[in-house]
């Protein structure tokens, strides 16, 4: 039995993949293999097959491009107007995906000519998918003002500068260092480790790793890493 009278769509996901290299934040992109837009670049993405729903499609379409499993998702407002792709009428549901570039940049599947992009140096993509991305990187702005996603995108070990370069990337700001840390450090979502990063000072800094139990446990709770008037107004 069906609808009578009513018009089929096709319903696609895109996946927006963010990374962060211990400097610079950047955006996973593939150059497009087919008709329309053939070799552009354009975020991954597929269809919604008839036996999956849009987060199994989005986790589907993330590992053919990375291998990866478990990884941080987030759907963002659905892109529906009926013009946007010029072949069929697709309704677009973005999801933000945050990954550990360090970890997992080699198991990146060459077959899509992916490529990482700074931020600052994105090339035009196709259809309505440069709103996307500024889309999700307001509700990201939003998001990790409140709760620890960013670590998401941290190595395994990471130290407190690392940790404070990457929120200030986000915001374009300056984050003062004592209160940053104190703020960091009272979350007790860090494992101080044994060993120091000396790569920029004799002195070093000391690594921290994520306490995963306690993480997890305090990942939706309020934590307040920036100040509130870098936080973006009307993301949420």
Same mark, same amino acid.
């Given at each position: /039995?069906?609808? +009578? !009278?009513?018009?089929?769509l096709?319903?696609?996901?895109?996946?927006?993949?963010?990374?962060?290299?211990?400097?610079?934040?950047?955006?996973?992109?593939?150059q497009?293999?087919?008709?329309?837009?053939r070799?552009?670049?354009?975020? /991954?993405?597929?269809?919604?097959?008839?036996?999956?729903?849009?987060d199994?499609?989005?986790?589907?379409?993330?590992?053919?491009?990375?291998?990866?499993?478990? $990884?941080?998702?987030?759907?963002?407002?659905a892109? +529906?107007?009926p013009?946007?792709?010029?072949?069929?009428?697709v309704?677009?549901?973005?999801?933000?995906?945050?990954?550990?570039?360090?970890?997992?940049?080699?198991?990146? !599947?060459?077959d899509?000519?992916a490529?990482?992009?700074?931020?600052?140096e994105?090339?035009?993509?196709?259809?309505?998918? !440069?709103?996307? $991305?500024?889309?999700?990187?307001?509700?990201?702005?939003?998001?990790?003002?409140?709760?620890?996603?960013?670590f998401?995108?941290?190595?395994?070990?990471?130290?407190?500068p690392q940790?404070q370069?990457?929120?200030?990337?986000?915001?374009?700001?300056?984050?003062?260092?004592? !209160?940053?840390?104190?703020k $960091?450090?009272?979350?007790?979502?860090?494992?101080?480790?044994?060993?120091k990063?000396?790569?920029?000072?004799?002195?070093?800094?000391?690594?921290?790793?994520?306490d995963?139990?306690?993480?997890?446990?305090?990942?939706?709770?309020?934590?307040?890493?920036?100040?509130?008037?870098?936080?973006?107004?009307?993301?949420?």
């Open positions: /039995m069906k609808y +009578s !009278n009513q018009t089929r096709l319903v696609a996901v895109d996946c927006i993949i963010f990374g962060f290299d211990g400097t610079d934040y950047k955006l996973l992109l593939i497009r293999g087919f008709a329309p837009e070799e552009k670049w354009s975020l /991954m993405g597929g269809f919604i097959q008839p036996d999956e729903s849009a199994k499609a989005a986790e589907r379409i993330l590992q053919q491009l990375t291998g990866l499993h478990d $990884v941080y998702l987030e759907q963002i407002q892109f +529906s107007i013009e946007r792709d010029p072949i069929e009428r309704i677009a549901l973005p999801y933000v995906a945050l990954i550990d570039i360090e970890k997992y940049q080699t198991q990146i !599947n060459d899509f000519h490529r990482w992009f700074t931020l600052k994105l090339p035009n993509l196709i259809f309505d998918h !440069n709103e996307m $991305v500024e889309m999700a990187l307001n509700r990201l702005r939003y998001k990790a003002a409140f709760h620890p996603i960013l998401e995108l941290l190595p395994e070990k990471f130290t407190l940790l370069a990457m929120y200030e990337g986000l915001y374009d700001t300056k984050i003062d260092k004592r !209160n940053f840390t104190r $960091v450090l009272s979350t007790k979502l860090l494992k101080k480790e044994k060993d990063d000396k790569s920029s000072s004799k002195k070093g800094a000391f690594y921290y790793s994520l995963e139990e306690h993480y997890k446990e305090n990942f939706t709770n309020i934590h307040n890493f920036i100040p509130k008037n870098e936080i973006p107004v009307g993301t949420e």
